[in-house]
Nanobody
């Protein structure tokens, strides 16, 4: 499985961005997709995940501001980010967990700065 993320960029505090991640091939019903991020000098951390049944889980730091959704027909997962803060600056990675195997996208940079 190859994952291609897009949609990152530079945005002012309080602004919004939408990230997309397209998977090569089909997404299966048992696949869990999600987003992680890694800021400079920090470990990669979970942003949120979504199951095929659209059950979502978010880290406390983004809850209420970020929304994950998926389109199984397009094998794509989205991350809508609102009310962005400077501390959201990081490289964002999409992830697909299929049974015991994890697949990672190449990452897309999000910079929140005035």
């Amino acid at each position: 499985v190859q994952l291609q993320a897009s949609g990152g960029g530079l945005v002012q505090p309080g602004g919004s961005l939408r990230l997309s991640c397209a998977a090569s091939g089909s997404i299966f019903g048992f696949d869990v997709m999600g987003w992680y991020r890694q800021a400079p000098g920090q470990q990669r951390e979970l942003v949120g995940t979504i199951t095929s049944g659209d059950t979502t889980n978010y880290s406390d730091s983004v809850k209420g501001r970020f929304t994950i959704s998926r389109d199984n027909a397009k094998s794509t997962v989205y991350l809508q980010m609102n009310s962005l803060k400077p501390e959201d600056t990081a490289v964002y990675y999409c992830n697909l967990k299929r049974l015991s195997t994890r697949y990672w996208g190449q990452g897309t940079q999000v910079t929140v700065s005035s």
